[in-house]
């Protein structure tokens, strides 16, 4: 299934895209089963198994009975016609992050391949949906890009085994991480560089893991302008999800909803020669195969520039 977030009239629903069709999840499960579905994305993640059959359900019957779901008011929405945010809009904790998981990216910075995941994380500021704009801050220059793929967790869990890690995946999606490298580097640390607001696009969709029979054989890639920058396959991650999973859960409990990107491919802007760094205007756009096309452009901010 491709779940989503999108606002209409002011409100925050929760869909299924189905034959580029919107469909209203909460508002469709009550009219076919008089089951009452959360209407945001965590609340439904909540429901588990429950939640995740019941909306199966109303794609088998979407699929073959549209006009009869069109029939009824706040169902059915054009895809083109409401605005598309990220699939969980603002998660409870920090974005989880991997540095360091891909060896030819670890190989273009000159370091040595990590031992253990190397995490940080970005605040839920930094969150914004797809086609929604990346605010060029005013206190940095240097601003880069990173195509990720990422997972989201259906359940919440603590100390979880490798074995038992996909149980508490819900899905994939992509994310772009977006770095502010003179923040990074001036601060000492990655936090500040890269939890600026609207420094985290994810999207467009969470794809249900069904959906994905392998999340380790996927294509990824990111276009600056149309010219492709990045480009590698999810085979070369060093540390795998079941990996990823079980070193985040040490002692650690991770809720339903809660984002984990899993690092970025080489090419990213500040190790090219001369380094590349995204200005106004610059369109992103990134792919990752199953998953789908993630866009965004940068923009000017509205306050006046003010460096340090």
Same mark, same amino acid.
């Given at each position: 299934?491709?779940?989503?977030?999108?606002?209409?009239?002011?409100?925050?629903?929760?869909?299924?895209?189905?034959?580029?069709?919107?469909?209203?999840?909460?508002?469709?499960?009550?009219?076919?089963?008089?089951?009452?579905?959360?209407?945001?994305?965590?609340?439904?993640?909540?429901?588990?198994?429950?939640?995740?059959?019941?909306?199966?359900?109303?794609?088998?019957?979407?699929?073959?009975?549209?006009?009869?779901?069109?029939?009824?008011?706040?169902?059915?929405?054009?895809?083109?016609?409401?605005?598309?945010?990220?699939? +969980?809009?603002?998660?409870?904790?920090?974005? /989880?992050? %991997?540095? *360091? =998981?891909? $060896?030819?990216?670890?190989?273009?910075?000159?370091?040595?391949?990590?031992?253990?995941?190397?995490?940080?994380?970005?605040?839920?500021?930094?969150?914004?949906?797809?086609?929604?704009?990346?605010?060029?801050?005013?206190?940095?220059?240097?601003?880069?890009?990173?195509?990720?793929?990422?997972?989201?967790?259906?359940?919440?869990?603590?100390?979880?085994?490798?074995?038992?890690?996909?149980?508490?995946?819900?899905?994939?999606?992509?994310?772009?991480?977006?770095?502010?490298?003179?923040?990074?580097?001036?601060?000492?640390?990655?936090?500040?560089?890269?939890?600026?607001?609207?420094?985290?696009?994810?999207?467009?969709?969470?794809?249900?893991?069904?959906? +994905?029979?392998?999340?380790?054989?996927?294509? /990824?890639? %990111?276009? *600056? =302008?149309? $010219?492709?920058?990045?480009?590698?396959?999810?085979?070369?991650?060093?540390?795998?999800?079941?990996?990823?999973?079980?070193?985040?859960?040490?002692?650690?409990?991770?809720?339903?909803?809660?984002?984990?990107?899993?690092?970025?491919?080489?090419?990213?802007?500040?190790?090219?020669?001369?380094?590349?760094?995204?200005?106004?205007?610059?369109?992103?756009?990134?792919?990752?195969?199953?998953?789908?096309?993630?866009?965004?452009?940068?923009?000017?901010?509205?306050?006046?520039?003010?460096?340090?």
């Amino acid at each position: 299934m491709k779940l989503l977030s999108f606002r209409i009239a002011n409100q925050i629903r929760i869909g299924l895209l189905v034959n580029n069709t919107i469909v209203d999840i909460s508002e469709g499960c009550y009219y076919l089963f008089k089951q009452n579905i959360p209407s945001d994305m965590i609340g439904f993640l909540e429901g588990g198994e429950t939640m995740m059959k019941l909306a199966k359900k109303l794609e088998e019957y979407a699929k073959k009975n549209m006009k009869t779901l069109g029939s009824n008011s706040g169902i059915l929405y054009n895809v083109d016609k409401v605005e598309i945010l990220a699939p +969980v809009p603002r998660t409870r904790q920090n974005i /989880i992050c %991997l540095g *360091l =998981n891909y $060896v030819e990216h670890v190989q273009e910075v000159g370091l040595a391949l990590p031992k253990y995941p190397v995490f940080f994380t970005k605040p839920p500021n930094c969150i914004i949906g797809p086609d929604a704009d990346i605010i060029f801050p005013k206190n940095s220059i240097k601003i880069d890009y990173e195509a990720e793929l990422a997972f989201i967790f259906g359940k919440g869990g603590k100390n979880i085994s490798e074995e038992e890690a996909f149980k508490y995946v819900a899905g994939y999606t992509i994310l772009n991480d977006v770095t502010a490298r003179d923040l990074q580097r001036r601060h000492g640390q990655w936090f500040k560089g890269k939890g600026l607001d609207t420094f985290a696009p994810v999207g467009p969709y969470l794809i249900t893991k069904e959906e +994905v029979n392998n999340p380790h054989n996927l294509n /990824i890639s %990111l276009e *600056l =302008n149309g $010219v492709i920058m990045q480009k590698s396959n999810t085979r070369n991650l060093i540390f795998k999800i079941p990996t990823l999973v079980k070193y985040i859960t040490m002692d650690m409990t991770v809720e339903p909803g809660d984002i984990v990107a899993t690092g970025t491919p080489s090419g990213v802007g500040y190790t090219r020669k001369p380094p590349i760094y995204l200005k106004p205007g610059d369109r992103l756009e990134i792919t990752v195969e199953k998953i789908g096309v993630l866009k965004n452009k940068i923009v000017s901010s509205t306050e006046p520039l003010a460096l340090f």
